[in-house]
């Protein structure tokens, strides 16, 4: 049976990354295809000389014709018992609005030009394309680097079900990650930030590394956020979830929330995990 990866989510979330990211990877990538020509595209392909065994196509709100029998067409498929893998993509009104802007184009139901009307519109006509999703990724701090990295990870191994670790340090005055899934707050350790040799240096450097470490307190709360972790990875995995962002801050995200997110991640090792410092160059 043909593999089949289904892209769809907001326009401007990043579906063209994911999908070039696939197609680097050897997926035969249709871009807008009508949901009613699924079935016929799909059995072209197994019935094709030369085999094409692995499938990515991106279904959005573009193609207006037939796209309201998008979520019936793909629960026929994954009825049949085809190995089907649904990733949405999302990111934040604000972000949205944000990159629209930046590249001046016009929102696919804006006709009236009001981009956030057409984005309010989109969030409504996409819900259940959404709850069939199996990857949902929300794209409102990602880079396209970032996300190009977590579809290559999720994708290059076929033969592996591991959940993508996302491991995030951040600082609370610059707000909380959207994407978070669980938030851990280290304001209790304490703060390099007060300590002149450490102030301008960052949780990557050992001098900081040290301060935090030699503390008893840190050395705790990591291992009992690794126990609790190894407990609940397994779980999530368990029932499905491929992804889980874990967010770890401290006042400004530069020292603590570093320094013990990497120390994490470090922990996690064979898992692979994505490591992002948001704030680290923030004042």
Same mark, same amino acid.
């Given at each position: @049976?043909?593999?089949? #990866?289904?892209?769809?989510?907001?326009?401007?979330?990043?579906?063209?990354?994911?999908? +070039? #990211?696939?197609?680097?990877?050897?997926?035969?990538?249709?871009?807008?295809?009508?949901?009613?020509?699924?079935?016929?595209?799909?059995?072209?392909?197994?019935?094709?000389?030369? =085999?094409?065994?692995?499938?990515?196509? #991106?279904?959005?709100? /573009?193609? %207006?014709? !037939?796209?309201?029998?998008?979520?019936?067409?793909? &629960?026929?498929?994954?009825?049949?018992?085809?190995?089907?893998? @649904?990733?949405?993509?999302?990111?934040?009104?604000?972000?949205?609005?944000?990159?629209?802007?930046?590249? %001046? &184009?016009?929102?696919?139901?804006?006709?009236?030009?009001?981009?956030?009307?057409?984005? *309010?519109?989109? /969030?409504?006509?996409?819900?259940?394309?959404?709850?069939?999703?199996?990857?949902?990724?929300?794209?409102?701090?990602? +880079?396209?680097?970032?996300?190009?990295?977590?579809?290559?990870?999720?994708? +290059?191994?076929?033969?592996?079900?591991?959940?993508?670790?996302?491991?995030? !340090?951040?600082?609370?005055?610059?707000?909380?990650?959207?994407?978070?899934?669980?938030?851990?707050?280290?304001?209790?350790?304490?703060?390099?930030?007060? #300590?002149?040799?450490?102030?301008?240096?960052?949780?990557?450097?050992?001098?900081?590394?040290?301060?935090? @470490?030699?503390?008893? =307190?840190? &050395?705790?709360?990591?291992?009992?956020?690794?126990?609790?972790?190894?407990?609940?990875?397994?779980?999530?995995?368990?029932?499905?979830? !491929?992804?889980?962002?874990?967010?770890?801050?401290?006042?400004?995200?530069?020292? /603590? *929330?570093?320094?013990?997110?990497? @120390?994490?991640? %470090?922990?996690?090792?064979?898992?692979?995990?994505?490591?992002?410092?948001?704030?680290?160059?923030?004042?």
């Amino acid at each position: @049976m043909t593999n089949l #990866v289904i892209i769809s989510g907001l326009s401007g979330s990043g579906k063209s990354t994911a999908v +070039n #990211v696939l197609e680097d990877m050897d997926y035969y990538c249709v871009d807008n295809l009508p949901p009613t020509l699924l079935p016929t595209f799909i059995e072209l392909c197994e019935n094709s000389d030369k =085999e094409i065994s692995k499938v990515a196509l #991106v279904i959005d709100i /573009r193609e %207006r014709v !037939s796209f309201d029998r998008a979520p019936e067409v793909i &629960r026929e498929f994954i009825k049949k018992g085809y190995p089907v893998d @649904m990733i949405f993509l999302e990111s934040s009104d604000a972000t949205l609005l944000k990159r629209y802007k930046e590249t %001046r &184009r016009k929102h696919p139901l804006s006709d009236d030009g009001n981009i956030a009307d057409g984005i *309010s519109k989109e /969030r409504k006509i996409l819900e259940q394309l959404k709850e069939l999703s199996n990857y949902t990724i929300d794209t409102s701090e990602l +880079n396209v680097h970032q996300l190009s990295d977590i579809i290559k990870n999720k994708f +290059n191994k076929p033969n592996t079900q591991n959940i993508l670790l996302n491991i995030i !340090s951040f600082g609370f005055k610059h707000g909380i990650p959207n994407d978070a899934d669980m938030i851990f707050d280290v304001r209790f350790l304490p703060n390099p930030h007060f #300590v002149e040799d450490l102030r301008d240096l960052n949780g990557t450097d050992k001098e900081v590394i040290d301060f935090i @470490m030699n503390k008893e =307190e840190s &050395r705790q709360f990591i291992e009992k956020i690794t126990d609790f972790l190894e407990y609940l990875v397994p779980n999530y995995e368990k029932e499905g979830k !491929s992804y889980l962002t874990i967010a770890i801050g401290c006042t400004g995200g530069k020292h /603590r *929330s570093v320094a013990i997110t990497d @120390m994490v991640a %470090r922990h996690f090792k064979d898992l692979s995990p994505l490591t992002r410092h948001r704030d680290v160059s923030k004042n």
